[in-house]
């Protein structure tokens, strides 16, 4: 048998020259690895960190563990150009909202899922139109089994304050920070008390009130087995049927309607003071000027902006620039000074 | 040609080439008092590592291993009294009080209606459902369905009113699992009968279930699953010839109960105007939602809903469970004269 210290003289052929470099490549890289043991640990350290870390490299490949239990739902492309035509302006009002999610996801951990909400054939009219945002979370949640909460946002918000963690705005005083009746705050004036509910279940969906009832831009979603039946029940042909044409805002209004009607659903449902996720511009309800409860207030240091019906007769695109621009300047004013205001 | 063979001891691995790096080596070996810079530190680093010294005379060999030992020890005594403590915390704050109340295993729910029917004849039903749940030691569950006529929208049609009487009932008896609904106007015949191993019991109800029948007989599309398995099944009902049939059910004492029975009651569809009433919402709901009718059960009808003037199957004949008047109050049929011929031919309690 050949011996590795008999390659006096190279073979002849370049295969096997080839085969005796490889034969010897687990000594060599021992013979190279092991004095510089402390070298090799500290590259091995920089390639783990560089790999899993949140913020990333450019350019540098990233494995994400996954293990983050929030998913930030970001619909987009609503509408998809096909009933209006999708200008520069709307374009970058999209790549705006984008970036700002996707760097907060990074920054936090958490997941991030792009959906897309335009029109389809299945959703022609008569048909589960606008009740798109129920299927698009069923399949979020099937994508992100692990996660637990959902965080739904429509296009047209921006997140001031992306160093609040959802962890400190709303979950780690959860019972503290939400209410679960509308015995202090019933802009619909829906039914305060119906029998049967129970005050002590666990909440499964947190949702903001503004002054014209619940508001779905910004609001999160447990995974849980109520959650299963509520997004199975939310639509029903019969409850289309006879009240398509009243309900406005289709999947809000039926979901009004049934927290008036069923008291499992009350159980479940917790609500949230607008400005802690769904702080309006001033535009939108315009009528309730000057409510505490409703408007960003820039002093406060609100944390997520919903510009809330800025496509029917407001500028989006003005709005997003100025939100993003007091984002930027406020972010700033805090870095240097990090003690005031 | 020659060719130098590279040295296999791992304590001089040169690289050849460079001679700067000769003279460093030569320096450091000879231990001179020149002190290298971070940048020399860092190529030595990378170029010429030396090696940590061996130490093998025997008083190292024992503080080694006495080291090692003491290391063991430490590391063993640690995890065992993390464990003990972890056992402590766990016994003390491990939260007993979030056991379940307690409660009769079944609830038996009946609901009487005092505008159409005299007392003594409710006494009679009353007297009978008492019986049966005295002596297997169910809870027995019993309202005048016209304490939730504020609820329902159109109080002439008295099937909906059962909804949230057995709402009420699973409100108010959160220890108990099983709720068993009774019309009125039906007879418990056999109360030797328990519901447990007539019915609920995981594998007498999967030799029961009707897998891929029809939601509405005789031939709807939408048909009962056939491969879920009878320990997730939380309502049990049976069907006629006609459909669903709402006069006798069980339903766990679960979320999805809850769900069911406050969707089904839901205002919008008392006010579709179904041909059957709740029935008829049933069956939407069975049709439509796929987590509803997962978790359903369908048994044959003569199990807990026979008809004594039925026909084929659903024929009630002696020794089945429960008879059922259901659709007695028609005009052509008399609730009480039907009632009063079997009421004399029921089963009593053997002990």
């Not at chain 2, 009769?104 to 008492?130: F, M």
């Not at chain 2, 039925?310 to 009480?336: H, I, K, N, W």
């Amino acid at each position: 048998m050949k011996d590795k210290d008999d390659l006096i003289f190279s073979p002849a052929s370049r295969t096997s020259r080839m085969l005796n470099r490889i034969r010897r490549l687990p000594t060599r890289l021992r013979q190279v690895l092991l004095p510089r043991r402390v070298l090799v640990i500290l590259l091995i350290l920089l390639f783990w960190f560089l790999l899993f870390s949140e913020s990333g490299v450019p350019f540098f490949p990233r494995l994400r563990w996954g293990s983050s239990k929030f998913v930030i739902i970001l619909a987009v492309n609503q509408g998809g150009g096909v009933m209006q035509w999708k200008g520069p302006k709307e374009w970058a009002v999209e790549r705006t909202s984008i970036a700002n999610k996707k760097a907060y996801a990074d920054r936090h951990g958490y997941h991030l899922a792009i959906q897309d909400m335009s029109i389809k054939k299945r959703y022609a009219h008569e048909w589960r139109e606008s009740w798109e945002k129920v299927d698009v979370i069923r399949q979020t949640m099937k994508q992100y089994p692990k996660a637990e909460w959902f965080w739904w946002l429509d296009l047209h918000t921006y997140i001031m304050e992306p160093s609040i963690s959802l962890e400190k705005q709303v979950f780690n005083r959860l019972d503290n920070n939400t209410y679960r009746t509308l015995a202090d705050y019933n802009p619909l004036d829906l039914p305060v008390e119906i029998p049967f509910v129970d005050n002590t279940h666990q909440i499964n969906l947190i949702v903001p009130q503004d002054c014209g009832g619940f508001n779905l831009g910004s609001f999160l979603i447990r995974r849980s087995e109520w959650t299963d039946f509520l997004l199975d029940i939310w639509w029903d042909p019969v409850f289309y049927e006879q009240r398509h044409m009243q309900w406005e805002h289709k999947e809000q209004d039926a979901l009004e309607h049934m927290y008036s009607n069923q008291a499992w659903i009350r159980s479940g449902t917790a609500f949230i003071p607008q400005r802690l996720i769904n702080s309006f511009p001033e535009g939108a309800c315009s009528e309730q000027r000057g409510d505490k409860r409703i408007f960003y207030s820039q002093d406060d240091r609100d944390f997520v902006v919903n510009m809330a019906g800025c496509e029917w007769g407001r500028d989006c695109f003005g709005e997003m620039e100025h939100f993003q621009k007091l984002s930027a300047s406020l972010q700033q004013k805090s870095r240097w000074w990090p003690f005031s205001k | 040609m020659h060719f130098s063979i590279p040295s296999r001891s791992a304590d001089q691995t040169t690289l050849p080439g460079s001679p700067s790096f000769k003279a460093k080596s030569r320096a450091s070996s000879h231990r001179t008092s020149y002190a290298p810079s971070i940048f020399a530190r860092l190529r030595s680093l990378i170029f010429h590592p030396t090696p940590p010294p061996h130490s093998s005379t025997a008083f190292e060999k024992k503080r080694r291993s006495t080291r090692r030992t003491t290391v063991s020890v430490l590391v063993i005594a640690f995890v065992a009294a993390a464990a003990v403590l972890l056992t402590i915390m766990y016994a003390l704050f491990a939260n007993f009080a979030t056991m379940d109340p307690a409660g009769p295993h079944v609830v038996l729910v009946l609901g009487l209606d005092n505008t159409k029917y005299k007392d003594d004849y409710l006494a009679k039903i009353v007297e009978n459902r008492q019986e049966y749940a005295d002596a297997h030691g169910y809870g027995l569950y019993v309202r005048y369905i016209s304490d939730f006529k504020n609820l329902v929208h159109d109080v002439t049609k008295k099937g909906w009113q059962k909804l949230p009487l057995m709402r009420s009932a699973m409100h108010e008896n959160p220890g108990s699992t099983y709720f068993w609904y009774l019309d009125q106007n039906a007879i418990i015949m056999n109360p030797n009968l328990d519901i447990e191993s007539h019915i609920t019991d995981v594998k007498r109800l999967n030799s029961l279930v009707l897998r891929d029948v029809p939601v509405v007989p005789p031939d709807s599309t939408i048909r009962t699953y056939r491969h879920v398995p009878s320990d997730r099944m939380k309502f049990i009902i049976s069907q006629d010839h006609e459909g669903f049939q709402t006069g006798s059910f069980i339903l766990k004492n679960e979320e999805y109960s809850r769900y069911v029975l406050d969707a089904w009651f839901d205002k919008l569809y008392q006010e579709y105007k179904f041909e059957k009433d709740e029935k008829g919402a049933l069956e939407h709901l069975a049709q439509w939602h796929p987590t509803v009718l997962s978790k359903m059960a369908v048994i044959p009808q003569r199990i807990f809903n026979a008809y004594p003037n039925g026909v084929g199957e659903a024929m009630y004949q002696d020794g089945d469970f429960v008879a059922s008047l259901a659709g007695c109050d028609t005009p052509e049929r008399s609730c009480v004269r039907e009632f009063e011929r079997l009421w004399d031919d029921r089963g009593r309690v053997v002990n």
